[in-house]
Nanobody
């Protein structure tokens, strides 16, 4: 069973950039499709971005398209979420999740493995 852990969260100003990392302890991420979900304050958890096991396929929710980029580095056993042109509404807890599905999907139930999350706060 893979154990995921997020890092890179923090406070950043609107319009700035931040990069989140998702790594695994004890096992390789190579066999997993990885997604980033986020949960804004007082709202339900939502899909943000996902990347397939090979990295050939990515998926983004409309609100982050053109601003966020998901990527993976097999040598570092890490999946990244580059967040550019940040907006106040990007403030949320961000969670990486792993699945054996071939391509990323937006349904959280398809991801059995989750990290504890990292908080991202965007200030004006």
């Amino acid at each position: 069973q893979v154990q995921l852990v997020e890092s890179g969260g923090g406070l950043a100003q609107a319009g700035g950039s931040l990069r989140l990392s998702c790594s695994a302890s004890g096992r390789t991420l190579t066999g997993y499709t990885i997604a980033w979900f986020r949960q804004p304050p007082g709202k339900e958890r939502e899909f943000a971005a996902g990347i397939s096991r090979t990295g050939a396929n990515t998926l983004y929710t409309d609100s982050v398209k053109g601003r966020f980029t998901i990527s993976r580095d097999s040598a570092k056993n890490t999946v990244y979420l580059q967040m550019n042109s940040r907006k106040l509404e990007d403030t949320a807890g961000y969670y990486c999740a792993g699945s054996f599905v071939e391509r990323p999907v937006e349904t959280s139930l398809q991801y059995p493995y989750w990290g504890p999350g990292t908080q991202v706060t965007v200030s004006s």
